[in-house]
């Protein structure tokens, strides 16, 4: 890097000699800087500091100001490389390979929740139906909503239905003890099925049965 001064309107180059410097006019296309800088020049301030005062140039030397010339390549806009572009397309095939297979396990997850939920609202009822006749009902039948629905005697009205699963419509086993079953019907674990268990009437349940595989259970299920 060259040092370069400008007093006034002239732009010189400092040049070392051995233990001499000079100043030389910079030829560069910087106009209003460069002319007359041959009488610095001509007058040898470098090898003489004292006729920088006596020149007068002393009372009109401004702050130091440093170019520094841009290459070529420093110009041009840069891009990406090849290489920096197949790097990338390796983190981001990394990453896909993590993340997609995790975020499906998330998404069965919830499907599989909303099976242990109609089973689970199921308890209540079953147990109440238990208690009040000895047994268990002889049909479970999908509520409708509307106010006023009415089923025999020996059936109990639920929601058996959601968007991912369903659960049966019979219970099996002798009262007090019951199985009820949920399938799901939709999703990575389609087909297969988780159960709720009671040995007392309804009074404790167990969900950890069925075929569902245990990494997307509940805790509570697994």
């Known amino acids: 890097m060259m040092e370069n001064w400008c007093w006034g309107d002239k732009l010189c180059q400092q040049v070392t000699l051995g233990a001499s410097w000079y100043w030389v006019p910079l030829r560069v296309g910087f106009r209003n ?4 800088c041959q009488i610095l020049s001509s007058l040898e301030i470098g090898t003489n500091p004292a006729l920088l005062e006596t020149s007068g140039w002393a009372d ?3 702050q130091k100001q440093v170019f520094r010339r841009r290459s070529m390549k420093q110009q041009m806009q840069k891009g990406f490389t ?7 397309v390796a983190i981001i095939g990394i990453l896909a390979a993590v993340a997609i297979p995790a975020y499906q396990d998330y998404i069965t997850r919830a499907q599989v929740a ?14 109440e139906f238990g208690a009040d006749n000895a047994a268990w009902p002889t049909a479970l039948v999908q509520s409708t909503g ?21 659960v049966t419509t019979t219970l099996t086993g002798a009262y007090p003890a019951g199985t009820v079953t949920a399938t799901m019907t939709t999703g990575r ?23 569902i595989v245990a990494k997307y259970r509940p805790s509570a299920c697994r």
């Open 33 to 36: 800087c460069r002319k007359n």
């Open 146 to 166: 509307a106010p006023g629905q009415t089923s025999a005697p020996t059936e109990l009205i639920a929601n058996l239905t959601g968007q991912y699963a369903t």
């Open 189 to 211: 674990a389609i087909g297969t099925t988780l159960t709720m268990v009671t040995t007392d009437g309804g009074a404790n349940w167990d969900c950890t049965g069925g075929t």
């Open 82 to 88: 090849l290489i920096e572009l197949m790097i990338v």
């Open 60 to 62: 009109r030397r401004p």
């Open 114 to 127: 909303e099976a242990v939920s109609l089973t689970s609202g199921l308890k209540a009822p079953l147990a």
